[in-house]
Protein backbone atom coordinates (compact mmCIF):
# COMPACT_ATOMS: atom_id res chain seq x y z
CA UNK A 1 0.00 0.00 0.00
CA UNK A 2 2.68 2.48 1.23
CA UNK A 3 4.62 2.10 -2.07
CA UNK A 4 1.93 3.09 -4.07
CA UNK A 5 0.44 6.05 -2.67
CA UNK A 6 2.13 8.72 -4.76
CA UNK A 7 1.53 11.44 -1.64
CA UNK A 8 2.62 10.76 2.15
CA UNK A 9 1.12 12.80 4.69
CA UNK A 10 4.47 14.63 5.47
CA UNK A 11 4.21 15.54 1.69
CA UNK A 12 0.21 16.63 2.48
CA UNK A 13 1.03 18.77 5.49
CA UNK A 14 4.35 20.17 3.79
CA UNK A 15 2.30 20.98 0.11
CA UNK A 16 -0.90 22.70 2.68
CA UNK A 17 1.69 24.57 4.38
CA UNK A 18 3.09 25.60 1.13
CA UNK A 19 -0.12 26.86 0.25
CA UNK A 20 -1.65 28.53 3.61
CA UNK A 21 1.63 30.51 3.21
CA UNK A 22 1.00 31.96 -0.07
CA UNK A 23 -2.38 33.06 0.78
CA UNK A 24 -1.42 33.87 4.37
CA UNK A 25 1.42 36.45 2.73
CA UNK A 26 -1.36 37.67 0.01
CA UNK A 27 -1.78 41.76 0.51
CA UNK A 28 -5.00 41.39 -1.62
CA UNK A 29 -8.05 40.09 0.05
CA UNK A 30 -9.62 36.52 -0.74
CA UNK A 31 -12.80 35.34 -0.45
CA UNK A 32 -13.94 31.98 -1.97
CA UNK A 33 -17.56 31.13 -1.55
CA UNK A 34 -19.19 27.72 -1.56
CA UNK A 35 -22.20 26.89 -3.83
CA UNK A 36 -24.70 28.00 -1.58
CA UNK A 37 -23.14 31.38 -1.23
CA UNK A 38 -21.68 30.28 2.10
CA UNK A 39 -18.14 31.29 3.00
CA UNK A 40 -15.91 28.46 2.22
CA UNK A 41 -12.47 30.14 2.77
CA UNK A 42 -10.50 33.76 3.66
CA UNK A 43 -7.43 34.39 3.68
CA UNK A 44 -5.32 36.49 6.45
CA UNK A 45 -5.46 39.84 4.52
CA UNK A 46 -9.53 39.59 3.90
CA UNK A 47 -9.39 38.80 8.01
CA UNK A 48 -7.68 41.75 9.38
CA UNK A 49 -9.70 44.08 6.57
CA UNK A 50 -13.02 43.30 7.85
CA UNK A 51 -11.85 42.51 11.40
CA UNK A 52 -13.78 38.84 11.76
CA UNK A 53 -12.35 36.14 13.50
CA UNK A 54 -11.85 32.52 10.88
CA UNK A 55 -14.75 31.25 13.04
CA UNK A 56 -16.67 34.50 12.80
CA UNK A 57 -16.74 34.16 8.62
CA UNK A 58 -16.75 30.35 7.88
CA UNK A 59 -19.95 29.33 6.87
CA UNK A 60 -21.73 32.84 6.71
CA UNK A 61 -23.99 33.95 3.71
CA UNK A 62 -20.98 35.76 1.87
CA UNK A 63 -23.45 38.65 1.16
CA UNK A 64 -22.71 39.73 4.61
CA UNK A 65 -19.07 40.85 3.84
CA UNK A 66 -20.78 43.04 0.97
CA UNK A 67 -22.77 46.10 1.41
CA UNK A 68 -26.40 45.20 1.02
CA UNK A 69 -27.93 48.92 0.13
CA UNK A 70 -25.15 48.09 -2.55
CA UNK A 71 -27.39 47.06 -5.67
CA UNK A 72 -23.88 46.48 -7.54
CA UNK A 73 -23.25 43.54 -5.64
CA UNK A 74 -26.16 42.11 -7.48
CA UNK A 75 -25.02 43.16 -11.21
CA UNK A 76 -21.85 41.37 -10.23
CA UNK A 77 -23.38 38.66 -9.54
CA UNK A 78 -25.01 38.34 -12.60
CA UNK A 79 -21.71 39.24 -14.12
CA UNK A 80 -20.21 36.49 -12.86
CA UNK A 81 -22.87 33.87 -13.47
CA UNK A 82 -22.85 34.90 -16.90
CA UNK A 83 -19.45 35.54 -18.14
CA UNK A 84 -18.16 33.00 -15.37
CA UNK A 85 -15.87 36.30 -14.62
CA UNK A 86 -15.45 39.72 -13.16
CA UNK A 87 -12.74 42.16 -13.47
CA UNK A 88 -11.54 45.80 -11.84
CA UNK A 89 -15.16 46.54 -10.31
CA UNK A 90 -15.47 48.58 -7.29
CA UNK A 91 -17.87 47.43 -4.51
CA UNK A 92 -17.95 48.68 -0.68
CA UNK A 93 -17.31 45.18 1.66
CA UNK A 94 -18.54 45.94 4.95
CA UNK A 95 -16.64 44.93 8.18
CA UNK A 96 -17.69 43.18 11.28
CA UNK A 97 -18.45 46.48 13.09
CA UNK A 98 -19.76 47.70 9.60
CA UNK A 99 -17.44 49.98 8.57
CA UNK A 100 -17.49 50.26 5.08
CA UNK A 101 -14.50 49.75 2.71
CA UNK A 102 -13.55 50.26 -0.58
CA UNK A 103 -12.62 47.45 -2.76
CA UNK A 104 -11.70 46.60 -6.76
CA UNK A 105 -12.24 43.24 -6.98
CA UNK A 106 -11.92 40.62 -9.13
CA UNK A 107 -13.79 37.49 -9.65
CA UNK A 108 -13.82 34.22 -11.18
CA UNK A 109 -16.54 31.51 -11.34
CA UNK A 110 -15.96 27.78 -11.53
CA UNK A 111 -18.21 25.07 -12.64
CA UNK A 112 -18.15 21.48 -12.25
CA UNK A 113 -18.12 18.86 -15.10
CA UNK A 114 -22.52 19.41 -14.68
CA UNK A 115 -21.80 22.74 -15.31
CA UNK A 116 -23.28 23.45 -11.54
CA UNK A 117 -21.23 26.56 -9.58
CA UNK A 118 -18.78 25.05 -7.61
CA UNK A 119 -16.92 27.99 -6.27
CA UNK A 120 -17.00 31.61 -6.49
CA UNK A 121 -13.32 33.31 -5.92
CA UNK A 122 -12.62 36.70 -5.02
CA UNK A 123 -9.89 38.70 -4.65
CA UNK A 124 -10.59 42.54 -3.52
CA UNK A 125 -7.94 45.46 -3.16
CA UNK A 126 -8.56 47.53 -0.22
CA UNK A 127 -8.47 50.76 -1.70
CA UNK A 128 -9.06 53.27 1.48
CA UNK A 129 -5.22 53.86 1.10
CA UNK A 130 -5.42 55.23 -2.17
CA UNK A 131 -8.81 56.42 -1.96
CA UNK A 132 -7.68 58.72 0.83
CA UNK A 133 -4.60 59.98 -1.45
CA UNK A 134 -7.37 60.77 -4.25
CA UNK A 135 -9.14 62.51 -1.62
CA UNK A 136 -6.32 64.62 -0.04
CA UNK A 137 -5.20 64.98 -3.75
CA UNK A 138 -8.76 66.42 -4.96
CA UNK A 139 -8.32 68.66 -1.94
CA UNK A 140 -5.41 69.92 -2.78
CA UNK A 141 -6.40 70.19 -6.58
CA UNK A 142 -9.22 72.31 -5.30
CA UNK A 143 -7.00 74.58 -2.82
CA UNK A 144 -5.02 74.85 -5.90
CA UNK A 145 -7.39 75.78 -8.47
CA UNK A 146 -8.78 78.06 -5.96
CA UNK A 147 -5.40 79.87 -5.62
CA UNK A 148 -5.25 79.84 -9.04
CA UNK A 149 -8.58 81.28 -9.05
CA UNK A 150 -7.87 83.83 -6.63
CA UNK A 151 -4.44 84.70 -8.55
CA UNK A 152 -6.01 84.74 -11.58
CA UNK A 153 -8.64 87.25 -9.97
CA UNK A 154 -5.86 89.43 -8.44
CA UNK A 155 -4.19 89.51 -11.83
CA UNK A 156 -7.25 90.81 -13.33
CA UNK A 157 -8.10 93.51 -10.83
CA UNK A 158 -4.12 94.40 -11.66
CA UNK A 159 -4.79 94.61 -15.09
CA UNK A 160 -8.05 96.44 -14.91
CA UNK A 161 -6.41 98.74 -13.16
CA UNK A 162 -3.41 99.48 -14.89
CA UNK A 163 -5.70 99.78 -18.04
CA UNK A 164 -7.12 102.45 -16.51
CA UNK A 165 -4.48 103.86 -15.54
CA UNK A 166 -3.10 104.07 -19.22
CA UNK A 167 -6.59 104.63 -20.21
CA UNK A 168 -6.48 107.84 -18.17
CA UNK A 169 -3.05 108.29 -18.63
CA UNK A 170 -3.61 108.39 -22.26
CA UNK A 171 -6.78 110.68 -22.11
CA UNK A 172 -4.34 113.23 -19.49
CA UNK A 173 -1.81 113.37 -22.50
CA UNK A 174 -4.60 113.89 -25.30
CA UNK A 175 -6.00 116.55 -23.15
CA UNK A 176 -2.47 118.04 -22.51
CA UNK A 177 -1.63 117.98 -26.27
CA UNK A 178 -5.43 119.54 -27.20
CA UNK A 179 -5.40 122.19 -24.53
CA UNK A 180 -1.72 123.33 -25.08
CA UNK A 181 -3.12 123.38 -28.60
CA UNK A 182 -6.30 125.60 -27.86
CA UNK A 183 -4.29 127.47 -25.79
CA UNK A 184 -1.91 128.75 -27.98
CA UNK A 185 -4.70 129.22 -30.70
CA UNK A 186 -7.05 131.21 -27.90
CA UNK A 187 -3.95 132.94 -27.34
CA UNK A 188 -3.61 133.97 -31.46
CA UNK A 189 -7.14 134.53 -31.33
CA UNK A 190 -7.30 136.81 -28.53
CA UNK A 191 -4.39 138.85 -30.05
CA UNK A 192 -6.41 139.08 -33.73
CA UNK A 193 -9.55 139.95 -31.96
CA UNK A 194 -7.42 142.94 -29.75
CA UNK A 195 -5.57 144.42 -32.70
CA UNK A 196 -8.57 144.14 -35.11
CA UNK A 197 -10.74 145.59 -32.16
CA UNK A 198 -8.99 148.51 -32.68
CA UNK A 199 -9.20 149.88 -36.02
CA UNK A 200 -12.98 148.17 -36.27
CA UNK A 201 -13.78 151.21 -33.62
CA UNK A 202 -12.17 153.94 -34.94
CA UNK A 203 -13.81 153.08 -38.53
CA UNK A 204 -17.01 152.65 -37.13
CA UNK A 205 -17.09 155.84 -35.66
CA UNK A 206 -15.48 157.43 -38.27
CA UNK A 207 -18.56 155.85 -40.33
CA UNK A 208 -20.96 157.20 -38.34
CA UNK A 209 -19.10 160.88 -38.43
CA UNK A 210 -18.89 160.78 -42.15
CA UNK A 211 -22.85 159.29 -42.65
CA UNK A 212 -23.84 162.78 -40.18
CA UNK A 213 -21.25 164.61 -42.69
CA UNK A 214 -22.71 163.34 -45.82
CA UNK A 215 -25.93 164.05 -44.45
CA UNK A 216 -25.10 167.70 -44.03
CA UNK A 217 -23.35 168.00 -47.25
CA UNK A 218 -26.21 166.53 -48.66
CA UNK A 219 -28.80 169.33 -47.12
CA UNK A 220 -26.05 171.73 -48.83
CA UNK A 221 -26.82 170.29 -52.17
CA UNK A 222 -30.62 170.41 -51.68
CA UNK A 223 -29.85 173.86 -50.96
CA UNK A 224 -27.52 174.73 -53.85
CA UNK A 225 -30.37 172.68 -55.96
CA UNK A 226 -32.99 174.98 -55.14
CA UNK A 227 -29.92 178.20 -56.20
CA UNK A 228 -29.77 176.56 -59.30
CA UNK A 229 -33.56 176.44 -59.75
CA UNK A 230 -33.99 180.29 -58.87
CA UNK A 231 -30.85 181.37 -61.45
CA UNK A 232 -32.30 179.00 -64.55
CA UNK A 233 -35.27 182.64 -65.31
CA UNK A 234 -31.83 184.75 -65.00
CA UNK A 235 -31.24 186.12 -68.40
CA UNK A 236 -27.77 186.60 -68.20
CA UNK A 237 -25.50 184.82 -70.36
CA UNK A 238 -22.57 183.76 -68.13
CA UNK A 239 -25.18 182.76 -65.44
CA UNK A 240 -26.72 180.59 -67.36
CA UNK A 241 -23.79 179.10 -68.82
CA UNK A 242 -22.76 178.16 -65.41
CA UNK A 243 -25.76 176.74 -64.75
CA UNK A 244 -25.82 174.51 -67.92
CA UNK A 245 -22.57 173.91 -67.11
CA UNK A 246 -23.57 172.24 -63.58
CA UNK A 247 -26.34 170.63 -64.86
CA UNK A 248 -23.97 168.61 -67.07
CA UNK A 249 -21.76 167.95 -64.51
CA UNK A 250 -24.80 166.40 -62.39
CA UNK A 251 -25.66 164.67 -65.66
CA UNK A 252 -22.11 163.20 -66.09
CA UNK A 253 -21.71 162.10 -62.94
CA UNK A 254 -25.73 160.27 -62.33
CA UNK A 255 -26.10 162.29 -58.96
CA UNK A 256 -29.30 160.69 -57.85
CA UNK A 257 -27.82 157.43 -58.67
CA UNK A 258 -25.08 158.72 -56.59
CA UNK A 259 -26.50 159.76 -53.66
CA UNK A 260 -28.89 156.49 -53.36
CA UNK A 261 -25.87 154.36 -53.57
CA UNK A 262 -24.36 156.63 -50.98
CA UNK A 263 -27.03 155.04 -48.46
CA UNK A 264 -26.65 151.62 -50.07
CA UNK A 265 -23.03 152.03 -49.43
CA UNK A 266 -23.34 153.01 -46.02
CA UNK A 267 -25.63 150.67 -45.01
CA UNK A 268 -23.76 147.62 -46.43
CA UNK A 269 -20.12 149.31 -44.94
CA UNK A 270 -22.04 149.31 -41.26
CA UNK A 271 -23.30 146.16 -41.64
CA UNK A 272 -19.82 144.90 -42.90
CA UNK A 273 -18.32 146.61 -39.35
CA UNK A 274 -21.10 144.93 -37.38
CA UNK A 275 -20.30 141.65 -38.77
CA UNK A 276 -16.69 142.31 -38.27
CA UNK A 277 -17.03 143.46 -34.57
CA UNK A 278 -19.28 140.20 -33.97
CA UNK A 279 -16.45 138.19 -35.29
CA UNK A 280 -14.07 139.90 -32.57
CA UNK A 281 -16.73 138.80 -30.08
CA UNK A 282 -16.87 135.42 -30.73
CA UNK A 283 -12.65 135.17 -30.81
CA UNK A 284 -12.99 136.67 -27.68
CA UNK A 285 -15.59 134.97 -26.15
CA UNK A 286 -14.58 131.69 -27.72
CA UNK A 287 -10.52 132.11 -26.32
CA UNK A 288 -11.74 134.14 -22.80
CA UNK A 289 -8.04 133.96 -21.80
CA UNK A 290 -7.25 134.52 -18.26
CA UNK A 291 -10.10 132.90 -16.48
CA UNK A 292 -9.46 129.38 -15.67
CA UNK A 293 -12.11 129.42 -12.51
CA UNK A 294 -15.45 128.30 -13.41
CA UNK A 295 -18.24 130.49 -13.70
CA UNK A 296 -21.99 131.12 -14.94
CA UNK A 297 -22.44 131.10 -18.17
CA UNK A 298 -25.44 130.72 -20.86
CA UNK A 299 -24.99 127.55 -22.57
CA UNK A 300 -26.89 129.37 -25.76
CA UNK A 301 -24.73 132.11 -25.88
CA UNK A 302 -21.39 129.58 -26.31
CA UNK A 303 -23.39 126.96 -28.97
CA UNK A 304 -23.81 130.63 -30.71
CA UNK A 305 -20.64 132.26 -30.51
CA UNK A 306 -18.80 128.38 -31.66
CA UNK A 307 -21.36 128.22 -34.13
CA UNK A 308 -19.76 131.52 -35.73
CA UNK A 309 -16.64 130.57 -35.45
CA UNK A 310 -17.18 126.85 -37.19
CA UNK A 311 -19.62 128.64 -39.46
CA UNK A 312 -16.84 128.39 -42.65
CA UNK A 313 -16.61 124.43 -42.07
CA UNK A 314 -20.34 123.89 -41.79
CA UNK A 315 -22.09 126.54 -44.63
CA UNK A 316 -21.52 124.67 -47.19
CA UNK A 317 -22.45 121.30 -45.61
CA UNK A 318 -25.48 121.84 -43.79
CA UNK A 319 -28.17 123.71 -42.68
CA UNK A 320 -28.37 124.38 -38.94
CA UNK A 321 -31.22 124.31 -37.04
CA UNK A 322 -31.20 125.47 -33.64
CA UNK A 323 -33.99 125.10 -30.69
CA UNK A 324 -32.53 126.59 -27.76
CA UNK A 325 -34.53 126.11 -24.60
CA UNK A 326 -35.07 128.12 -22.07
CA UNK A 327 -32.03 127.09 -19.77
CA UNK A 328 -30.12 128.76 -16.57
CA UNK A 329 -26.92 129.81 -16.51
CA UNK A 330 -24.92 126.97 -16.13
CA UNK A 331 -21.50 126.70 -13.44
CA UNK A 332 -18.83 125.59 -16.06
CA UNK A 333 -15.93 126.31 -17.79
CA UNK A 334 -17.79 128.29 -20.91
CA UNK A 335 -14.36 128.13 -22.82
CA UNK A 336 -13.64 124.50 -22.51
CA UNK A 337 -17.43 123.60 -23.32
CA UNK A 338 -17.28 125.61 -26.55
CA UNK A 339 -14.15 123.13 -27.71
CA UNK A 340 -17.03 120.53 -27.11
CA UNK A 341 -19.51 122.07 -29.05
CA UNK A 342 -16.96 122.78 -31.59
CA UNK A 343 -15.43 119.76 -31.74
CA UNK A 344 -18.88 118.21 -32.75
CA UNK A 345 -20.05 120.46 -34.93
CA UNK A 346 -16.91 120.02 -36.78
CA UNK A 347 -17.32 116.55 -36.76
CA UNK A 348 -20.90 116.83 -37.59
CA UNK A 349 -20.10 118.94 -40.64
CA UNK A 350 -17.59 116.25 -41.72
CA UNK A 351 -19.86 113.33 -41.63
CA UNK A 352 -22.02 114.70 -44.42
CA UNK A 353 -21.64 113.65 -47.40
CA UNK A 354 -22.99 116.92 -49.94
CA UNK A 355 -25.51 118.84 -48.07
CA UNK A 356 -27.39 117.78 -44.84
CA UNK A 357 -28.96 119.23 -41.63
CA UNK A 358 -27.56 119.66 -38.09
CA UNK A 359 -29.69 120.01 -35.30
CA UNK A 360 -28.78 121.44 -32.06
CA UNK A 361 -30.70 121.95 -29.33
CA UNK A 362 -30.66 122.75 -25.61
CA UNK A 363 -33.45 122.01 -22.61
CA UNK A 364 -33.49 121.56 -18.84
CA UNK A 365 -33.65 117.67 -17.62
CA UNK A 366 -34.01 117.71 -13.72
CA UNK A 367 -30.88 119.71 -12.61
CA UNK A 368 -29.00 119.10 -15.90
CA UNK A 369 -28.57 121.22 -19.05
CA UNK A 370 -29.26 118.66 -21.91
CA UNK A 371 -27.33 120.03 -25.40
CA UNK A 372 -28.07 117.58 -28.38
CA UNK A 373 -26.48 117.79 -31.27
CA UNK A 374 -27.56 115.80 -34.75
CA UNK A 375 -26.64 115.73 -38.10
CA UNK A 376 -27.67 113.76 -41.10
CA UNK A 377 -23.93 111.92 -42.00
CA UNK A 378 -22.97 108.98 -42.67
CA UNK A 379 -23.27 107.42 -39.20
CA UNK A 380 -20.61 105.88 -36.61
CA UNK A 381 -20.28 101.78 -37.87
CA UNK A 382 -21.23 99.63 -34.58
CA UNK A 383 -17.42 98.66 -34.13
CA UNK A 384 -16.32 101.96 -34.17
CA UNK A 385 -18.45 103.26 -31.41
CA UNK A 386 -17.68 102.01 -28.75
CA UNK A 387 -13.94 103.79 -29.18
CA UNK A 388 -14.49 106.72 -30.50
CA UNK A 389 -14.26 108.72 -27.42
CA UNK A 390 -10.30 106.85 -27.35
CA UNK A 391 -7.61 109.16 -27.34
CA UNK A 392 -5.82 108.92 -31.04
CA UNK A 393 -8.76 107.24 -32.56
CA UNK A 394 -9.75 108.40 -35.84
CA UNK A 395 -11.30 106.89 -38.87
CA UNK A 396 -9.83 110.26 -40.84
CA UNK A 397 -7.04 110.12 -43.19
CA UNK A 398 -4.40 110.43 -41.82
CA UNK A 399 -3.06 114.06 -41.34
CA UNK A 400 -6.78 114.86 -41.45
CA UNK A 401 -7.53 114.17 -38.39
CA UNK A 402 -5.78 113.79 -34.43
CA UNK A 403 -8.16 111.13 -32.99
CA UNK A 404 -8.02 113.77 -29.86
CA UNK A 405 -11.45 115.53 -30.93
CA UNK A 406 -14.09 113.31 -29.16
CA UNK A 407 -11.62 112.82 -26.03
CA UNK A 408 -11.03 115.88 -25.22
CA UNK A 409 -14.69 116.58 -25.47
CA UNK A 410 -15.21 113.34 -23.02
CA UNK A 411 -12.39 114.64 -20.28
CA UNK A 412 -13.90 117.91 -20.57
CA UNK A 413 -17.43 116.57 -20.00
CA UNK A 414 -16.24 114.35 -16.80
CA UNK A 415 -14.88 117.33 -15.44
CA UNK A 416 -18.09 119.41 -15.36
CA UNK A 417 -19.70 116.17 -13.80
CA UNK A 418 -21.64 115.51 -16.90
CA UNK A 419 -21.85 112.86 -19.31
CA UNK A 420 -21.45 112.64 -22.96
CA UNK A 421 -23.44 109.97 -24.93
CA UNK A 422 -23.56 109.05 -28.78
CA UNK A 423 -26.11 107.57 -30.66
CA UNK A 424 -25.56 106.31 -34.04
CA UNK A 425 -27.15 105.13 -37.12
CA UNK A 426 -25.05 103.86 -39.52
CA UNK A 427 -26.49 105.69 -43.10
CA UNK A 428 -29.02 108.10 -40.81
CA UNK A 429 -26.44 110.20 -38.73
CA UNK A 430 -25.36 110.86 -35.18
CA UNK A 431 -26.69 112.80 -32.10
CA UNK A 432 -24.65 113.61 -29.09
CA UNK A 433 -26.45 113.99 -25.95
CA UNK A 434 -24.40 115.84 -23.95
CA UNK A 435 -25.70 116.57 -19.81
CA UNK A 436 -24.05 118.85 -17.65
CA UNK A 437 -25.26 119.52 -14.00
CA UNK A 438 -26.26 122.92 -13.85
CA UNK A 439 -24.30 123.45 -10.72
CA UNK A 440 -21.81 120.67 -10.17
CA UNK A 441 -21.24 120.47 -6.34
CA UNK A 442 -17.01 119.90 -7.53
CA UNK A 443 -16.79 123.26 -9.72
CA UNK A 444 -18.65 125.01 -6.79
CA UNK A 445 -16.13 124.04 -4.19
CA UNK A 446 -13.38 125.28 -7.39
CA UNK A 447 -14.70 128.70 -6.91
CA UNK A 448 -15.28 129.19 -3.40
CA UNK A 449 -11.67 128.36 -3.05
CA UNK B 1 -33.80 27.33 9.86
CA UNK B 2 -33.55 30.39 6.96
CA UNK B 3 -36.29 31.07 4.87
CA UNK B 4 -36.58 28.78 1.93
CA UNK B 5 -37.25 30.11 -1.45
CA UNK B 6 -38.13 28.21 -4.26
CA UNK B 7 -37.72 29.30 -7.76
CA UNK B 8 -38.89 28.14 -10.56
CA UNK B 9 -37.64 29.07 -13.89
CA UNK B 10 -36.17 27.66 -17.34
CA UNK B 11 -33.87 30.34 -17.48
CA UNK B 12 -30.62 29.12 -16.06
CA UNK B 13 -28.54 32.33 -15.70
CA UNK B 14 -31.66 34.25 -14.12
CA UNK B 15 -32.33 31.67 -11.43
CA UNK B 16 -28.30 30.95 -10.36
CA UNK B 17 -28.24 34.75 -10.27
CA UNK B 18 -31.47 35.74 -8.46
CA UNK B 19 -30.63 32.32 -6.34
CA UNK B 20 -26.91 33.26 -5.04
CA UNK B 21 -28.32 36.69 -4.76
CA UNK B 22 -30.71 35.29 -2.23
CA UNK B 23 -28.21 32.50 -0.81
CA UNK B 24 -25.20 35.57 -0.30
CA UNK B 25 -28.47 37.21 1.59
CA UNK B 26 -28.87 33.98 3.68
CA UNK B 27 -31.64 32.42 2.26
CA UNK B 28 -32.31 28.78 1.79
CA UNK B 29 -32.68 28.38 -2.30
CA UNK B 30 -33.65 25.69 -4.40
CA UNK B 31 -34.22 26.23 -7.85
CA UNK B 32 -36.24 24.05 -10.41
CA UNK B 33 -36.42 24.51 -14.56
CA UNK B 34 -39.75 23.43 -15.16
CA UNK B 35 -43.46 23.16 -13.41
CA UNK B 36 -42.97 19.41 -12.78
CA UNK B 37 -39.63 19.97 -11.30
CA UNK B 38 -41.21 22.94 -9.10
CA UNK B 39 -44.26 21.38 -8.15
CA UNK B 40 -41.99 17.83 -7.01
CA UNK B 41 -39.57 20.34 -4.83
CA UNK B 42 -42.34 21.66 -3.08
CA UNK B 43 -43.73 18.06 -2.64
CA UNK B 44 -40.48 17.20 -1.25
CA UNK B 45 -40.04 20.13 1.04
CA UNK B 46 -42.83 22.96 1.74
CA UNK B 47 -40.89 26.42 0.57
CA UNK B 48 -41.48 29.75 2.76
CA UNK B 49 -42.11 31.57 -0.48
CA UNK B 50 -42.20 30.48 -4.21
CA UNK B 51 -40.77 32.85 -7.45
CA UNK B 52 -42.98 31.32 -10.11
CA UNK B 53 -42.03 32.20 -13.97
CA UNK B 54 -44.89 32.53 -16.26
CA UNK B 55 -43.82 31.78 -19.32
CA UNK B 56 -42.20 28.48 -19.41
CA UNK B 57 -41.99 25.39 -21.95
CA UNK B 58 -44.91 22.76 -21.14
CA UNK B 59 -46.45 23.74 -17.84
CA UNK B 60 -46.66 27.24 -17.80
CA UNK B 61 -46.76 29.61 -14.71
CA UNK B 62 -50.58 29.76 -14.72
CA UNK B 63 -51.04 26.13 -14.79
CA UNK B 64 -48.29 25.50 -12.09
CA UNK B 65 -49.95 28.36 -9.85
CA UNK B 66 -53.56 26.02 -10.29
CA UNK B 67 -51.64 23.21 -9.44
CA UNK B 68 -49.90 24.48 -6.26
CA UNK B 69 -53.40 26.38 -5.04
CA UNK B 70 -55.04 23.14 -5.76
CA UNK B 71 -52.91 21.72 -2.50
CA UNK B 72 -51.64 25.10 -1.02
CA UNK B 73 -53.75 27.49 -0.21
CA UNK B 74 -51.84 29.70 1.81
CA UNK B 75 -48.11 28.92 0.22
CA UNK B 76 -46.90 32.77 -0.66
CA UNK B 77 -46.37 33.02 -4.38
CA UNK B 78 -44.79 35.60 -6.76
CA UNK B 79 -44.85 35.68 -10.38
CA UNK B 80 -42.28 36.60 -12.36
CA UNK B 81 -42.35 37.61 -15.72
CA UNK B 82 -40.85 39.71 -18.85
CA UNK B 83 -43.75 39.47 -21.32
CA UNK B 84 -46.90 38.31 -19.12
CA UNK B 85 -50.03 40.09 -20.50
CA UNK B 86 -52.02 42.20 -18.59
CA UNK B 87 -55.00 39.39 -18.90
CA UNK B 88 -53.19 37.02 -17.55
CA UNK B 89 -51.62 39.18 -14.58
CA UNK B 90 -55.40 39.47 -13.91
CA UNK B 91 -55.76 35.85 -13.93
CA UNK B 92 -52.75 35.28 -12.03
CA UNK B 93 -54.22 37.34 -9.41
CA UNK B 94 -57.73 35.90 -9.24
CA UNK B 95 -55.77 32.67 -9.17
CA UNK B 96 -54.50 34.33 -5.65
CA UNK B 97 -50.37 35.28 -5.80
CA UNK B 98 -48.55 37.35 -3.35
CA UNK B 99 -46.90 39.53 -5.53
CA UNK B 100 -45.43 40.37 -9.23
CA UNK B 101 -42.92 42.14 -10.57
CA UNK B 102 -41.43 41.87 -14.21
CA UNK B 103 -38.19 40.54 -15.39
CA UNK B 104 -37.88 43.52 -17.84
CA UNK B 105 -37.02 46.06 -15.47
CA UNK B 106 -33.44 45.78 -14.41
CA UNK B 107 -32.22 43.13 -12.65
CA UNK B 108 -30.90 45.01 -9.74
CA UNK B 109 -34.62 46.77 -9.62
CA UNK B 110 -35.90 43.26 -9.56
CA UNK B 111 -33.69 42.12 -7.07
CA UNK B 112 -35.15 45.14 -5.02
CA UNK B 113 -38.50 44.50 -5.22
CA UNK B 114 -38.00 40.51 -4.18
CA UNK B 115 -35.93 42.46 -1.14
CA UNK B 116 -39.34 44.17 -0.96
CA UNK B 117 -41.81 40.92 -1.66
CA UNK B 118 -39.02 39.27 1.49
CA UNK B 119 -39.41 42.06 4.25
CA UNK B 120 -43.13 42.20 3.63
CA UNK B 121 -43.45 38.42 3.98
CA UNK B 122 -40.70 38.39 6.92
CA UNK B 123 -43.18 39.22 9.64
CA UNK B 124 -44.22 35.57 10.12
CA UNK B 125 -41.04 34.32 9.33
CA UNK B 126 -39.16 36.68 11.66
CA UNK B 127 -37.89 34.47 14.29
CA UNK B 128 -36.76 32.05 11.66
CA UNK B 129 -35.07 34.08 9.29
CA UNK B 130 -31.21 33.90 11.09
CA UNK B 131 -29.41 34.16 7.69
CA UNK B 132 -30.59 37.58 7.14
CA UNK B 133 -29.65 40.42 8.44
Known amino acids: MREIMPVTNKEIIYHS ?37 VEDVNGIPVGRLFDDNDLN ?110 ASIGQLAAGIAHEINNPTGFVSSNLKTLNEYIIDIRGLLREYDALLQSCSHISDE ?41 IVKDFKEFSHTGSDKPEYADINNGLESTMNIVWNEIKYKAEVKTMYGDIPQVLCYPQQLNQVFMNILVNAAHA ?34 PRIFDPFFTTKPVGKGTGLGLAVAYAIIRKHNGEITVNSIVGAGTTFTICIPIESGQLKQIIRG | ?27 QVRTASSGIEGLKAIE ?90
Open chain 1, 73 to 182: FFELIKQLVTNGELRNKGINLISKNGEKIPVVMNGTLIRNEENRIQSIVIIARDMREIFNLITELTQFNEELEERVDRRTDELRVAKEASEEAFRKLQQTQAQLVQSDKM
Open chain 2, 1 to 27: MSVKILLIDDETDYSETVGFWLMAHGY
Open chain 1, 352 to 385: IDGKGVISVSTRIRNDNVLVEISDTGSGISPEHL
Open chain 2, 44 to 133: DELPDIVFLDFLMPGMDGLAILREIRGKHLELPVVMVSAYASEDKMKEAGRIGISGIFSKGTELSEAARLINKTLMEMRGGHERNNAGYK
Open chain 1, 238 to 278: SVLSGVRHIEEFKKKIDVSFLLNDIEQIFAETQDGMRRIGK
Open chain 1, 17 to 53: KFFENILGSMIDILVVANPDATVRFVNHAALNALQYS
